[in-house]
Antibody, heavy 122, light 111 residues
């Protein structure tokens, strides 16, 4: 069965950096686009970034552009999010999600990990 | 800042039918981008409920149905059950933002 397991979250000071990882199993990782989505405490969902199956196509939300970098290692079945210049408003649970493959106009996210909490505070 | 508006809460008795609206604009739902729905049970990760406006992934009960018209979409839950108490989010793509957007979220309460 599809499994996505995030790690790397924690407490970091404003301006600091953190690298999140997502270990994928139960499917052919290299065949799928992947995404990061976050949820601030008690708030709604916010799409952060996605990366194509080969890594050649990447998009970011304006709120993280220039500060966050998404990447993947298909040999290790892993997805990453390097977060720099962190701000208090980046505090959230970060979910790794697989992009669905059924033909739709615009992507959707068919499997999600359990999430990892990132807290930005001094 | 969510560009897809949902009612904060809806409620219904067991067995009743409830609907959740998702109102967008000409740069997202009205621009023919599909709408997808997610269910988030308390303390858990979101789960895909409906994709491509009205399609259910395998394992999702047929009590859940979705539709889209113009700049809006709806999720209907028929035969409401206690286990349906959760937050529900719609999602689409916005061409003005060049990114994926989620609705504000709706909490469903079973009375």
């Amino acid at each position: 069965q599809v499994q996505l397991v995030e790690s790397g979250g924690g407490l970091v000071k404003p301006g600091g950096s953190l690298r999140l990882s997502c270990a994928a199993s139960g499917f052919t990782f290299s065949d799928y686009y992947m995404s990061w989505i976050r949820q601030a405490p008690g708030k709604g969902l916010e799409w952060v970034s996605y990366i194509s199956s080969s890594g050649s196509t990447i998009y970011y939300a304006d709120s993280v552009k220039g500060r966050f970098t998404i990447s993947r290692d298909n040999a290790k079945n892993s997805l990453y999010l390097q977060m720099n210049s962190l701000r208090a408003e980046d505090t959230a649970v970060y979910y790794c999600a697989r992009v669905g493959k059924m033909p739709t106009i615009g992507y959707y996210f068919d499997y999600w990990g359990q999430g990892t909490l990132v807290t930005v505070s001094s | 800042q969510s560009v897809l508006a949902q009612p904060p809460s809806v409620s219904g008795a067991p067995g009743q039918r409830v609907t959740i609206s998702c109102t967008g604009s000409s740069s997202n739902i009205g621009a023919r981008y599909d709408v997808h729905w997610y269910q988030q049970l308390p303390g858990t990760a979101p789960k895909l409920l409906i994709y491509g406006n009205s399609n259910r992934p395998s394992g999702v009960p047929d009590r859940f149905s979705g539709s889209k018209s113009g700049t809006s979409a709806s999720l209907a839950i028929t035969g409401l059950q206690a286990e349906d108490e959760a937050d529900y989010y719609c999602q689409s793509y916005d061409s003005s933002l060049s990114g994926y957007v989620f609705g504000t979220g709706t909490k469903v309460t079973v009375l």
